[in-house]
Nanobody, 126 residues
Framework: QVQLVESGGGLVQAGGSLRLSCAAS????????MGWFRQAPGKERGFVAA????????YHADSVKGRFTISRDNAKNTVYLQMNSLKPDDTAVYYC???????????????????WGQGTQVTVSS
């Protein structure tokens, strides 16, 4: 079992940057594909970015491509989401998620993730 704790959210002006972190418990972090999702008020939770077990594969939603970057440090059991050029539309609760993977592949579907963090609020003011 994996426990996930997000941090790094906050209030930032449009055009600013934040880096979210997601710390995972356990010694098998490197066997999990990781993802970031977000849920804005009144909207369904949606995919933001994913990274494979090794970190060699990444994928970003079109809405954040070129502005956000997912990365991971398996030695620190942590996955990151660097968010630059933030817009008010990026305002949401951001969640990290973990999916146990035998192969070094990405997981894109929300339904395939087994473990979720509690979320961290990101608010972008205009």
């Amino acid at each position: 079992q994996v426990q996930l704790v997000e941090s790094g959210g906050g209030l930032v002006q449009a055009g600013g940057s934040l880096r979210l972190s997601c710390a995972a418990s356990g010694r098998t972090f490197s066997t999990y594909a990781m993802g970031w999702f977000r849920q804005a008020p009144g909207k369904e939770r949606g995919f933001v970015a994913a990274i494979s077990r090794s970190g060699g594969g990444t994928y970003h939603a079109d809405s954040v491509k070129g502005r956000f970057t997912i990365s991971r440090d398996n030695a620190k059991n942590t996955v990151y989401l660097q968010m630059n050029s933030l817009k008010p539309d990026d305002t949401a609760v951001y969640y990290c998620a973990a999916d146990y993977r035998v192969l070094d592949r990405l997981t894109l579907a929300e339904s395939e993730y087994d473990y979720w963090g509690q979320g961290t609020q990101v608010t972008v003011s205009s």
